[in-house]
Every structure is written in structure tokens, then in C-alpha cells.
């Protein structure tokens, strides 16, 4: 009895890659690619009415964007596995994607291989990232998979122990002028380390900063 193939959505904005993609994907048996989104909200309600198996998701869509329609993605049907495929190489997407939901993080000039372990990694249960961004999780080199806690791990290494001092006074709930005083350094310098914070963690706001340290246990 034949295997049963991975149904595959691909949400992406550009027509080259799509059109690439379905060369990559053409001989392998066991993925159909089963429907297209230009753009993060076409991939929520795609998923909303058809079964799929996996969603090959860009970051940078219009609409909605891949880690907005990631989290919607992975709240309304968990089961499907999701594979950002993006551009972006810096640590701070990866992290954002992984909290998001996202299975497999693989960038787009990784090449056939790096995909092809992603589907994989996903296949059993595993988190996969390009071997391009490894170092920025392990100093081994024979080590491939990490886990989503390592991810969360990892993130908490971003912020240096005066970053620390000050988030642990922003959860407090401490403002600028307070935290200034408790730690003897000026208030530019509390909030130059607050906007450090968002930036390395990808965070929009001091709210989202709060919730990030507290559902990770920064402080």
C-alpha cells in the first residue's frame, strides 16, 4: 500500500519562488503541493476550509505576515506543522518564528537539502533550523535538532545581567524615573536598555516584553 502523501500548502508572495519550489518538490513521492497563499490572511482561511499536512510559510507577506499567521495557524489547527522559509537570517526572526508555533526554520538560499531535512525533522516531531544558523544555539557540530525549549532557552541569553536588573523592574512594574533611582544609572540609560531588549527579542512593545519575561521565566 503506497505511502500517503504530505499535503502541502506554500504561503509566499513571490511567483519565482513558488514556481522553483514546485521544480524542488517535483520528484518527491511523498509531498503534493495542495494549494498556494500570496499572503498570510489567504493562508489562514485556506487552512480554515481545506486539509493540510504542512504550510511552507515566507515571513515578510502582505496582509498578514508569516509569524502573525503562524500563531493563528498553529491556535486553530495545532496538528498542521509549519516551515518558515525566509530570507531572514538573524537570531532574533528565529526565535519569534519558533515561539510563534513554527516546526522548522529554513532559509531560502539553504538550498533542496536543508528542506528536504525539515520535512524530515517535522515528519518526526522534531524542530529543524538551516544548518547556516546552528551556531547560534550549540557550539557542536554534530548536533541538528533542538528543541522549542532550547529556543526559549536561547533567548534568555540574549539579555545581559544589567538588561536583567532593569526587566526585572519593569515586570515590578517600576517606572523609567523609579528604576533609574533603584539602580543609580540615568533614565536615558533605563531606556536604552529597554528599547535593547525589544530589539533583540523582537518584541513591539514594554506589555509584550512583560509577558515574554514572565511566560519564560526571565526574571
Not at 47 to 70: K, Q, S
Not at 122 to 140: A, G, P
Amino acid at each position: 500500500m503506497p505511502e500517503q502523501k504530505m499535503k502541502l500548502l506554500v504561503a509566499d508572495d513571490h511567483r519565482l519562488f513558488i514556481d522553483g519550489l514546485k521544480f524542488i518538490l517535483k520528484d518527491e513521492l511523498h509531498i503534493e503541493i495542495a494549494g498556494f497563499a500570496l499572503n498570510g490572511k489567504e493562508a489562514i482561511e485556506k487552512c480554515n476550509r481545506e486539509e493540510f499536512d504542512v504550510v511552507l510559510m515566507d515571513i515578510n507577506m502582505p496582509v498578514i505576515d508569516g509569524i502573525g499567521a503562524t500563531t493563528e495557524v498553529k491556535r486553530l489547527h495545532p496538528h498542521i506543522k509549519i516551515i518558515i522559509v525566509s530570507m531572514l537570517d538573524n537570531i532574533s526572526s528565529v526565535i519569534k518564528a519558533i515561539e510563534a508555533g513554527a516546526d522548522a526554520y529554513v532559509l531560502k538560499n539553504a538550498g533542496s537539502n536543508d528542506l528536504a531535512e525539515a520535512f524530515k525533522a517535522i515528519h518526526k516531531n522534531e524542530i529543524y533550523v538551516s544548518r547556516s544558523l546552528e551556531h547560534f544555539f550549540t557550539r557542536d557540530p554534530n548536533k541538528k535538532l533542538i528543541t522549542k525549549s532550547e529556543y526559549i532557552r536561547f533567548s534568555s541569553t540574549l539579555i545581559t545581567p544589567r538588561e536583567k536588573d532593569v526587566l526585572k523592574l519593569i515586570v515590578e512594574g517600576f517606572t523609567n524615573p523609579e528604576i533609574a533611582g533603584k539602580l543609580s544609572i540615568s533614565v536615558a540609560t533605563v531606556e536604552t536598555h529597554r528599547k535593547n531588549m525589544l530589539a533583540k527579542l523582537s518584541l513591539p512593545n514594554t506589555a509584550s516584553l512583560v509577558k515574554f519575561a514572565i511566560e519564560n521565566k526571565l526574571v
